[in-house]
């Protein structure tokens, strides 16, 4: 038995790439982990392959409701929430000018009011358990500026404000709030990607989803000093800025 076998997980967007990595390391860690994603195919698959550690359960990270069944699920397949992993996320594509309001909005739903509401139902649970650990997958576009992606850039700087406000207020219960800001990582997100954009990079490739899943896997099994703080995961690609 290891500290996390009686302990649960959520890991939003979990059904495939860095999701998914992350799924598998925590459950390496003795966490029984709840696949929350649209993604139902993947989801279920994975699910099914890390049996009885895992399940999926459909959760679009807008829907209030949603959140509610998936957490009551979550605590009564695997036990008290331990840590959650708000980690579902949509590129725009489009200048300020060009970009629909409606996009913007919609980025904007996904990648931080999502996880604003992941925290608020998620935190009384993770209190009720003693304390636990909440991780936000930001992005290098949530410490510096990408032109024609602007409500990504603005949801991923959104993300990491989000996670010094909700570590200021949820410290005094043991609840620890970081974000993890990738670079360029080898996902469906980025397969239309030309892959010499990494060349300038101290580290001049693409990271893989594990590579991520390991930073998140640290934070949430080892990082128990580590509370607001941003832990970048770029091979140096915003290390000159
Ligand atoms: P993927 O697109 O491979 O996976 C994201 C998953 O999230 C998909 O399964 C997707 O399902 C799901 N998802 C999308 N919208 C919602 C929603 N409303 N509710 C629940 N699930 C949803 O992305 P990555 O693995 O590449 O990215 C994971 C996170 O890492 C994202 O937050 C991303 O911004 C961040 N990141 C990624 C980088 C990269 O280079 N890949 C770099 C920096 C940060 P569906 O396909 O059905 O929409």
């Given at each position: 038995m290891?500290?996390?076998?009686?302990?649960?997980?959520?890991?939003?967007?979990?059904?495939?790439g860095?999701?998914?990595?992350v799924?598998?390391?925590?459950?390496k860690?003795?966490?029984?982990?709840?696949?929350?994603?649209?993604?139902?195919?993947?989801?279920?698959?994975?699910a099914?392959?890390?049996a009885?550690?895992?399940?999926?359960?459909?959760?679009?990270v807008?829907d209030?409701?949603?959140?509610?069944?998936?957490?009551?699920?979550?605590?009564?397949?695997?036990?008290?929430?331990?840590?959650l992993?708000?980690?579902?996320?949509?590129?725009d594509?489009?200048?300020?000018?060009t970009?629909?309001p409606?996009?913007?909005?919609h980025?904007?739903?996904v990648n931080?009011?999502?996880?604003?509401?992941?925290?608020?139902?998620?935190?009384?649970?993770?209190?009720?358990?003693?304390g636990?650990?909440i991780?936000n997958?930001?992005?290098?576009a949530?410490?510096?500026?990408?032109a024609?992606?602007?409500?990504?850039?603005?949801?991923?700087?959104?993300l990491r404000?989000l996670?010094?406000?909700?570590?200021l207020?949820?410290?005094?219960?043991?609840?620890?709030?970081?974000?993890?800001?990738?670079?360029?990582?080898?996902?469906?997100?980025?397969?239309?990607?030309?892959?010499?954009?990494?060349?300038?990079?101290?580290?001049?490739?693409?990271?893989?989803?594990?590579?991520?899943?390991?930073?998140?896997?640290?934070l949430?099994t080892?990082?128990?000093?580590?509370t607001?703080?941003?832990?970048?995961?770029?091979?140096?690609?915003?290390?000159?800025?």
């Open positions: 290891t500290e996390f076998a009686n302990r649960s997980a959520i890991v939003t967007g979990g059904a495939r860095i999701g998914a990595a799924v598998k390391e925590l459950v860690a003795g966490f029984g982990v709840v696949i929350a994603d649209l993604l139902v195919d993947d989801g279920t698959r994975l099914e392959s890390l009885p550690h895992a399940r999926f359960q459909i959760l679009d807008t209030e409701r949603e959140w509610g069944l998936v957490l009551d699920e979550t605590e009564r397949e695997f036990g008290p929430l331990g840590a992993v708000n980690n579902a996320g949509i590129l594509f489009g200048t300020v000018e970009e629909t409606d996009l913007f909005r980025v904007l739903d931080l009011y999502g996880p604003w509401l992941g925290i608020r139902l998620a935190a009384p649970r993770l209190r009720a358990a003693g636990g650990t991780v997958i930001s992005s290098t949530g410490l510096m500026g990408y024609g992606i602007s409500g990504y850039v603005a949801s991923k700087w959104g404000g996670t010094k406000a909700a570590a207020e949820l410290g005094s219960s043991d609840i620890r709030v970081c974000s993890v800001h990738p670079g360029p990582i080898h996902t469906a997100m980025t397969a239309g990607l030309d892959e010499s954009m990494a060349a300038t990079q101290p580290l001049p490739r693409f990271g893989e989803p594990e590579e991520v899943a390991a930073m998140v896997r640290f949430i080892e990082g128990t000093f580590s607001g703080s941003e832990f970048v995961v770029d091979g140096g690609a915003t290390t000159g800025q």
